[in-house]
């Protein structure tokens, strides 16, 4: 790894979240909204949250059998929606709301529950 690349990938740890960018309102495929939307950075391309940043942040596992039973459709739209804070008030999850559409936040929230089917 080069010099650059250590710097960028420590300074990219202590960064909070960046507020996503919006995402064209035309894409629907979930797949292609969960990489747009920059999900796969903390979440990982399989839903596992097996990243840097997502072991950082605690992030759930989509394809927990547990986070699937205890976690309710209503839950995953309101965090896609609002994002989450940790105790402190720091951002864990940027908000969505402004950045995708409303059938947006939803494919995506149908999307996860994909992953405990894998």
């Given at each position: 790894m080069s010099l650059?690349?250590?710097?960028?990938?420590?300074?990219?740890?202590?960064?909070?979240t960046?507020?996503?960018?919006p995402v064209s309102p035309g894409i629907q495929d979930p797949k292609e909204l969960f990489s747009k939307a920059k999900c796969v950075f903390c979440h990982g391309e399989d839903g596992r949250g097996d990243t840097e940043k997502g072991h950082k942040l605690e992030v759930?596992?989509?394809?927990?059998?547990?986070?699937?039973?205890?976690t309710s459709d209503k839950e995953i739209l309101e965090t896609i929606r609002n994002g989450t804070k940790d105790k402190k008030g720091?951002?864990?999850?940027?908000?969505?709301?402004?950045?995708?559409t409303p059938g947006q936040i939803k494919a995506l929230a149908t999307y996860l529950r994909t992953f405990a089917k894998k």
């Amino acid at each position: 790894m080069s010099l650059a690349a250590f710097a960028l990938s420590v300074v990219l740890q202590q960064a909070p979240t960046a507020p996503p960018a919006p995402v064209s309102p035309g894409i629907q495929d979930p797949k292609e909204l969960f990489s747009k939307a920059k999900c796969v950075f903390c979440h990982g391309e399989d839903g596992r949250g097996d990243t840097e940043k997502g072991h950082k942040l605690e992030v759930p596992d989509f394809t927990s059998k547990k986070w699937s039973e205890e976690t309710s459709d209503k839950e995953i739209l309101e965090t896609i929606r609002n994002g989450t804070k940790d105790k402190k008030g720091k951002v864990r999850m940027p908000a969505f709301r402004t950045k995708l559409t409303p059938g947006q936040i939803k494919a995506l929230a149908t999307y996860l529950r994909t992953f405990a089917k894998k």
